[in-house]
């Protein structure tokens, strides 16, 4: 899972996704980064690790990281946030073989950044949840 700064979407998606699969009896290995190096080291701003919470979700153990290029050979998917990850995301690829695991969270829609607007946080949890049921149920 990745987004800009690996404090807001991305965190919030690993979470998400972590606990459907944990819920689905999926062994999946998730994990999130950012494409920007500002938060790296920090846990996830306080409103997603708040809006988690409220859906039973623990995220407070995160720690942000910058998205590495030998995270196209750990994992068979990258998911992204929006078209600016995206095109960051894809700058990065070696191959095409890593330019096919790239891939938009919410298909052909983005996830919008809730980090200037408090009332977005939950709105985005909703949508991340959502695309990440859509995932599961394709792939079982």
Not at 103 to 128: C, H, N, R, S, T
């Amino acid at each position: 899972m990745v987004c800009l700064g690996n404090i807001c979407r991305s965190p919030l998606a690993e979470g998400v996704m972590q606990h459907l699969a944990k819920e689905n009896n999926l062994n999946w290995q998730v994990d999130s980064a950012g494409t920007g190096d500002w938060h790296v080291g920090q846990g996830p701003d306080r409103r997603s690790t708040n809006t988690a919470r409220k859906h039973g979700i623990d995220i407070s153990g995160q720690v942000c990281r910058l998205f590495r290029i030998s995270d196209f050979d750990v994992f068979d998917v990258i998911f992204v946030m929006d078209r600016n990850n995206l095109s960051d995301i894809l700058a990065m690829a070696r191959h095409e073989a890593d330019t096919g695991k790239v891939k938009l969270l919410l298909g052909d829609k983005i996830v919008p950044d809730p980090y200037f607007d408090d009332a977005q946080f939950e709105p985005v949890f909703k949508m991340i949840e959502e695309g990440c049921r859509e995932i599961i149920k394709s792939l079982i």
